[in-house]
Every structure is written in structure tokens, then in C-alpha cells.
């Protein structure tokens, strides 16, 4: 599976990639539930590999770590989801 990072850059940085509709699909803590954000509503700072902000309805901003995208959807079809972590054994 291609790593978040890598696809998120490819639907930044390839024109012919990006002229589908994306949206991300993350794992908001507060809400317990995975939210769907456009893609077009979230914003990368130079420099910062880690995360992006997440400009919500309201006009809220938040940062999303990457390590909370759960899926990412291409012209309403899932293309790419985050594969649930195995139960740790012995605990």
C-alpha cells in the first residue's frame, strides 16, 4: 500500500491525478468517528511533513496529524483506506 504522504503528494503534485474530486477521511478523537473533509479544504505549511490543517464548515481550523487519515476518496469511490492495527498479543 502507498503510504499517506506519498499519495497526498501525488494528488498535490500530479495534473493529471488531481482532476479528480478527493476527499480524506480522518480520525477525529473528540467525535470518536471518522469525518470527510474535500480535499480542496485542506491546507499544507512548507516544511511541515507530519500533518495538514483541516478547514472545517464553520470556517474552524485544526491540525490533523497524518497518522489520523483513515481513507481517501477519489470521485466518490474509496481508492485508499488505512489497514486497522493488529491487537497486541500478551496484554
Known amino acids: ?3 499517506i504522504r506519498d499519495l497526498l503528494d501525488r494528488i498535490r503534485w500530479d495534473p493529471e491525478f488531481a482532476k479528480s474530486e478527493f476527499a480524506i477521511g480522518y480520525y477525529d478523537r473528540i467525535a470518536k468517528s471518522i469525518v ?3 480535499f480542496r479544504r485542506i491546507h499544507f505549511t512548507a516544511g511541515e511533513h507530519f500533518s495538514f490543517d483541516a478547514v472545517e ?3 474552524s481550523v485544526h491540525t490533523v496529524p497524518l497518522h489520523r487519515v483513515r481513507e ?3 470521485d466518490g469511490e474509496l481508492i485508499w483506506r488505512r489497514q486497522p492495527r493488529a491487537p497486541k498479543v500478551g496484554r
Open 36 to 38: 470527510k473533509l474535500p
Open 57 to 59: 464548515e464553520n470556517g
Open 72 to 74: 481517501v476518496w477519489r
Open 1 to 3: 500500500m502507498i503510504p
